[in-house]
């Protein structure tokens, strides 16, 4: 599975931003989207994830203003956030948790990250 995402940039502290992943997934059934975020010296969080059941799952400190969507169609998955604060900032990863056809076993695969930071 390949992943690209896209949509950081610098933002003010109660503002919006609309993070994007497209995906490819030839050959692979996908479960879980989800972002996760990680800044320095820090290990890397979820941020909110989204089934293949379309059941989401956030982070507390996201809860009510960041808001998770998969398009299987487009095969893309969208993290809307609003009401950004200065801890926000941090580098952004989509995730995919995926199975090849005909195994069982889900690995995960990253995109690339891409930066979000909310200036106070």
């Known amino acids: 599975v390949q992943l690209q995402a896209c949509g950081g940039g610098l933002v003010q502290a109660g503002g919006s931003l609309r993070l994007s992943c497209a995906y490819s997934?030839?050959?692979?059934?996908?479960?879980?989207l989800g972002w996760y975020r990680q800044v320095p010296g820090k290990q890397r969080e979820l941020v909110a994830d989204?089934?293949?059941?379309?059941?989401?799952n956030y982070a507390d400190s996201v809860l009510g203003r960041f808001f998770i969507a998969r398009d299987n169609a487009k095969n893309t998955v969208n993290l809307q956030m609003n009401f950004l604060k200065s801890e926000d900032t941090a580098v952004y990863y989509c995730?995919?948790?995926?199975?090849?056809?005909?195994?069982?076993?889900?690995?995960?695969?990253w995109g690339q990250g891409t930066l979000v930071t909310v200036s106070s």
């Open positions: 995730n995919a948790r995926a199975t090849r056809y005909g195994r069982s076993k889900q690995i995960n695969y």
């Open positions: 997934r030839i050959g692979f059934t996908i479960k879980n």
């Open positions: 989204i089934s293949d059941g379309g059941i989401t």
